[in-house]
């Protein structure tokens, strides 16, 4: 006799949510009142749940579970950042971090253990690949970052942003990543606007192409580069979706009443992509496209050829673009002292892509 395993509530939408209830003989309503339990009250013991039934409650206890990522390590910055490490069920570990601002708290949350993408200036790519994240297991880390910041269920959010520019490309994990967004958007759960959730990537254009009719929330694209050479180095993939592709794909994406923009991220390398010719290049790549710049300075890690541009370059690069009309910020390092900061995230990861299960410490670019 086998048993049958238990559906995770956790990362179900509205819709799977409803599918779900549906499925056990009971009303769609059911779906809005657990969503409200887990992600607005946080609540994981569906006997605490005291507007169903106990019958209900004691069925949900046969066939469901609520479970989340286990905590194995919490820091805090000098600077208020807090970077937590979440083990998963088959013993790979992923990170997440928390950064807090004045008028804003965002969360940065992975979507793959490791990265099957080869980007030259990224660690996590020289560690290796395992597998997608769950949408459960995405959403948890969003779940277990309210319970561990304090959030009051009735009081204001203390993660008032979330951005998919953790480990991995999210739009290769595009079904768990959507659904996970779903229920980020809901509001029955966290209820957040499209313009704070950030879905990052490196340029996968068919799965960007679905995503603006599923789901158009605030995009980032991993740029690095403007010529199609130098591209096919720093981020491989361009190889597949060269650099017209890419731009083609995000221009469609953007609203036709132009509220929205889209913001590029470019790592600063010295000697490699920073030079002023550079700079202009990227002002007429961008050319009619309403577009925020995030300039990166490199972490360097262990056995990498790069190095950061140093302050004058990023600056003298940042004000070309500034006097273009073209906003532009240098991203400033949060959480440097706990490994925090850009290229310093740290997972562990079970690499499947160089055919051996070696425990190895993964450092995640989040761009």
């Keep these: 006799m086998t048993t049958e395993t238990k559906v995770n509530l956790l990362g179900l939408n509205r819709e799977d949510m409803g599918a779900f209830f549906a499925g056990i003989g009971e009303k769609a309503f059911r779906a809005t009142q657990v969503l409200k339990w887990l992600h607005q009250y946080g609540v994981s013991d569906f006997d605490e749940m005291t507007n169903l039934s106990k019958s209900l409650r004691e069925r949900l206890k046969e066939v469901a579970e609520?479970?989340?990522?286990?905590v194995i390590m919490d820091q805090q910055s000098a600077d208020g950042?807090?970077?937590?490490?979440?083990?998963l069920d088959d013993g790979n570990a992923i990170e997440t971090v928390f950064i807090p601002e004045k008028e804003r708290g965002t969360l940065c949350v992975s979507s793959q253990v490791g990265c099957a993408l080869d980007c030259s200036f990224c660690s996590t790519a020289q560690q290796g690949f395992n597998r997608n994240l769950s949408s459960s297991e995405i959403i948890g880390q969003l779940w277990l970052?309210?319970?561990?910041?304090?959030?009051?269920?009735?009081g204001d959010r203390v993660v008032t942003n979330v951005v998919l520019m953790g480990m991995g490309e999210p739009l290769l994990n595009y079904d768990a990543v959507v659904s996970a967004m779903d229920i980020m958007l809901e509001d029955f759960a966290y209820a957040l606007?499209?313009?704070?959730?950030?879905?990052?990537?490196?340029?996968v254009v068919p799965a960007l192409n679905r995503l603006k009719e599923?789901?158009?929330?605030?995009?980032?694209?991993?740029?690095?580069?403007?010529?199609?050479?130098?591209?096919?180095?720093?981020?491989?993939i361009n190889r597949k979706y060269p650099i017209k592709e890419l731009m083609e794909a995000c221009r469609n994406y953007l609203d036709r009443d132009g509220r929205r923009r889209i913001t590029w991220e470019y790592v600063m390398l010295a000697g490699v992509n920073d030079t002023e010719q550079d700079a202009r290049q990227l002002v007429k790549l961008l050319k009619g496209i309403p577009s925020k710049v995030n300039l990166i300075p490199f972490n360097p890690f262990p056995n990498t050829r790069?190095?950061?541009?140093?302050a004058e370059t990023i600056l003298r690069f940042q004000n070309i673009l500034i006097n273009a009309g073209i906003v532009t910020i240098t991203r400033k390092t949060r959480g440097e002292d706990i490994d925090a900061a850009c290229g310093q995230l740290a997972g562990k990861v079970q690499d499947r892509t160089k055919r051996r299960f070696k425990n190895i410490e993964v450092s995640q670019e989040v761009v």
């Design 66 to 70: 609520i479970h989340v990522p286990e």
């Design 81 to 87: 950042t807090r970077k937590w490490l979440f083990r």
């Design 145 to 154: 970052a309210n319970k561990l910041l304090g959030r009051d269920p009735g």
């Design 193 to 203: 606007s499209k313009r704070r959730v950030t879905l990052s990537t490196s340029g």
């Design 214 to 236: 599923r789901c158009d929330v605030a995009l980032a694209v991993s740029l690095h580069a403007v010529r199609d050479d130098l591209r096919n180095e720093l981020v491989p």
């Design 306 to 310: 790069y190095q950061c541009s140093d």
